[in-house]
């Protein structure tokens, strides 16, 4: 089954100061069809004005993941971290028992362009934790490059649930497969660009919710690049 989640279709938000564009119910976005998929809770597309941002506020029991596109991210929080950072960096932040922060632009004018993801976790209660890593764009070309995984593995970022994120980009007319394990689930995201998902046309901003298929195979139409949850 692949169902198609189509960028038209997503809740969307002009603060001013920030549009965003929700894949799941969020804020003043409500679907009941549209409460998230498996482990995965949040997929928000963020554009933030120059020198604007999210003031302090708090999380509990959650696994942040702050994807960069563009522009400069200041980051702040309860735990005493720190730090200004831009693609391709990318950060966990494990809310756990309670944590504080605040995301800003740090440029006076250059906007920040990013997805935020929230991933339930399957443990409650625990310390708050925060990473911070460079996956560079040679290491999506040609592989699913790792993001994060319960282990950690290759380099990629902790997270508290038997969940993986991948990244891929993929030039005109490259195709790419992934196994999907049985009982798996899996989303796929459209960063930017086109591309076809088991014979299913996808453009920038569309996601694809997939149960029951143990084989994924993408063909690009000219530069794209995906996100993938493999998900319980």
């Known amino acids: 089954m692949i169902r198609i989640r189509p960028a038209a279709a997503c809740g969307h938000a002009d603060h001013g100061w920030l549009e965003s564009w929700h ?38 029991d959650m696994e942040i993941v702050t994807y960069l596109l563009s522009g400069p991210l200041e980051h702040k929080d309860s735990m005493g971290n720190g730090s200004v950072f831009r693609a391709p960096e990318v950060q966990r932040m494990s809310a756990g028992k309670g944590v504080l922060h605040s995301e800003a632009n740090a440029s006076p004018d250059e906007p920040v362009h990013l997805l935020q993801i929230w991933i339930e976790p399957n443990v409650r209660g625990i310390a708050p934790g925060y990473e911070q890593k460079t996956f560079a764009d040679d290491a999506k070309r040609g592989r699913w490059c790792a993001l994060a995984a319960p282990d ?35 989303y796929l995201h459209v960063v930017h660009g086109h591309l076809v998902l088991n014979g299913v046309a996808l453009g920038p901003g569309d996601a694809a919710k997939i149960a029951d ?15 993938l949850f493999d998900l319980p």
């Open 152 to 186: 950690g593995r290759a380099g990629s970022l902790t997270i508290h649930q038997d969940a993986l994120l991948f990244a891929r980009k993929l030039g005109a007319g490259e195709a790419a497969a992934y196994a999907l394990a049985a009982g798996r689930r899996a």
């Open 213 to 227: 298929e143990i084989r994924l195979q993408l063909t690009a139409d000219g530069e794209a690049e995906v996100l």
């Open 23 to 60: 894949s799941f119910s969020f804020a003043d976005y409500h679907d009941p069809a549209e409460m998230g998929w498996g482990a995965l809770r949040v997929i928000n597309e963020d554009v933030v004005a120059p020198a604007a941002g999210f003031p302090m506020h708090g999380h509990r």
